[in-house]
């Protein structure tokens, strides 16, 4: 299993970034796949889920109507939107895929840096 996270940067707040976790290695489309961050002195939280096939999402309530996920099955791929960005959104995000048992899998992270 391989996730790869990119679209990381420093944005100015109430700008907008995409980030794109490319997967390879097991099926994806059978998979729900999420997205979670780790602000600076905090715990890694999860920010939104997506289920196998697109049809269902979650999201942290901090980021609801500014985070969209959304997943291209074709491409292997699951992207957040990130609109209308804050500077506590600053953080390192990860991409995830549960496992079957036990821990999952995680990408390494990108940075997203939301400052003026």
């Known amino acids: 299993v391989q996730l790869v996270e990119s679209g990381g940067g420093l944005v100015q707040p109430g700008g907008s970034l995409r980030l794109s976790c490319a997967a390879s290695?097991?099926?994806?489309?059978?998979?729900?796949m999420s997205w979670y961050r780790q602000r600076p002195g905090k715990e890694r939280e999860l920010v939104a889920r997506?289920?196998?096939?697109?049809?269902?999402?979650n999201y942290a309530d901090a980021v609801k109507g500014r985070f969209t996920i959304s997943r291209d099955n074709a491409k292997n791929t699951v992207y957040l939107l990130m609109n209308n960005l804050k500077p506590e959104d600053t953080a390192v995000y990860y991409c995830?895929?549960?496992?079957?048992?036990?821990?999952?899998?995680w990408g390494q992270g990108t940075q997203v840096t939301v400052s003026s």
């Open positions: 997506i289920n196998n096939v697109g049809g269902g999402t």
């Open positions: 290695g097991f099926p994806f489309s059978s998979y729900g």
């Open positions: 995830y895929r549960p496992a079957n048992r036990g821990p999952g899998y």
